[in-house]
């Protein structure tokens, strides 16, 4: 939100926002309650500790040179915040440690065999690409409604925990494909190569194509010149958008460059440029449903979980693919016991 925007939805001058920010002057509880109300926050939120940024350099934002500013900045808050949620989440249970390796000398489809021989993948299609990435240790999230511009991104933070954020906005098949991609900037662009630039983005992109649709498992399925409608009946095997398939074909010289073409082009023609007609469902989070399960259990209100983090029971959720539960009437906080519970999660 720009500061004129936040002037007009909460009354305050520009000029006082603007000293608020740069520590010339301190609001008045009135004017924090007013601010509150037009960021929808708490006001313990403008009070509560300071917490290190994201540099962002750390980041795979796509086509960083073209995106807004502000784009940029809300998508980075977005991130660090849930690194917040992690980090209250660590600090009662007992989570999946990271096991993603980082492969920076090899080329994107060795380093995508790499990742599925290590994790016992087979050449079998992955059923359910975040609860693969849970089980490694890799913390997803999705992105809030105002992060809408940024299809995806990535980070290692502090170097170790890997986080993915995921836009929920695009179609089942489209988000296995990018968290797959952002897995793929995690594995090729560490030790000081830079997870953000034409480069990186092909890269991460390739990988992505390899370890959905592995070499052997695609030469299997005997697609040698398939047209749009073998295409389309693979694709619900594999669970990726008809058009990746495509690219893949083409990619292992299943197809000619002239039949990728024109398979492409009837598959524009039937929807599948755009969306994906008949899709998967969207995948969602399988470690964040377990720990809200767990506080329900216990007793522990989630909004007390949003005020230990203040925020909002809504801005929570935002960042949790909507997984958390509806408040009770009369819900009351209520003791949580201290056990760490053991969250084990099952690939697939």
């Known amino acids: 939100m720009t500061l004129s925007r936040l002037s007009q939805e909460s009354g305050v001058s520009v ?7 740069n520590g010339h002057k ?22 509560a500790s300071e917490v290190e940024e994201i540099e962002i350099d750390a980041l795979s934002f796509r086509a960083l040179s073209k995106m807004s500013a502000l784009d940029r900045d809300s998508a980075r808050a977005a991130g660090r915040l ?6 209250w989440m660590e600090e009662r249970f007992t989570l999946p440690k990271p096991n993603v390796p980082t492969l920076p000398h090899l080329s994107p489809e060795e380093a995508a065999e790499r990742v599925r021989a290590l994790w016992g993948l087979g050449e079998a ?38 986080f993915i954020y995921l836009n929920l906005e695009k179609s089942g098949e489209r988000g ?32 992505a194509s390899a370890f959905l649709m592995p070499r052997s498992g695609i030469l299997a399925q005997m697609l040698h010149n398939a047209d749009a409608k073998r295409i389309l009946s693979a694709k619900k095997k594999w669970k990726v958008a008809a058009v990746a398939l495509a690219y893949r074909l083409k990619d ?13 082009k009837h598959l524009s023609q039937m929807g599948y440029r755009r969306g994906e007609p008949d899709g998967i469902i969207r995948e969602s ?31 929570l959720n935002r960042h949790v693919f909507g997984l958390v539960p509806l408040v009770i009437d009369g819900e009351q906080e209520s003791s949580y016991s201290k056990v760490r519970p053991n969250l084990r999660l099952v690939s697939g």
């Not at 000029?15 to 920010?21: I, P, Q």
């Not at 609001?27 to 006001?43: G, I, M």
């Open 252 to 264: 292992l010289g299943l197809v000619t460059d002239w039949r990728y073409r024109t398979t492409v």
């Open 15 to 21: 000029r006082s926002l603007t000293a608020f920010e």
């Open 82 to 87: 849930a690194i917040e949620i992690n980090q």
């Open 125 to 162: 299609p992955i059923p359910n690409m975040v609860h693969l990435l849970e089980s490694h240790g890799v913390r997803v999230f999705s992105l809030a409604a105002d992060c809408a511009s940024v299809d995806a991104f990535s980070l290692r933070w502090k170097e170790k925990t890997p």
């Open 176 to 207: 296995r494909f990018d968290a797959a991609h952002e897995l793929g900037h995690l594995v090729l662009h560490a030790q000081h190569r830079i997870p953000h630039g034409p480069e990186a983005e092909n890269e991460a992109q390739q990988f």
């Open 285 to 315: 989070s399988q470690l964040l449903g377990k720990v809200f399960s767990a506080l329900r259990a216990s007793d522990f209100p989630t909004s007390k979980m949003a005020d230990d983090l203040n925020i909002t029971v809504d801005e």
């Open 26 to 47: 301190a609001p008045s509880p009135e004017t924090l309650d007013l601010l509150a109300s037009a960021l929808d926050l708490p006001v313990s939120f403008f009070s």
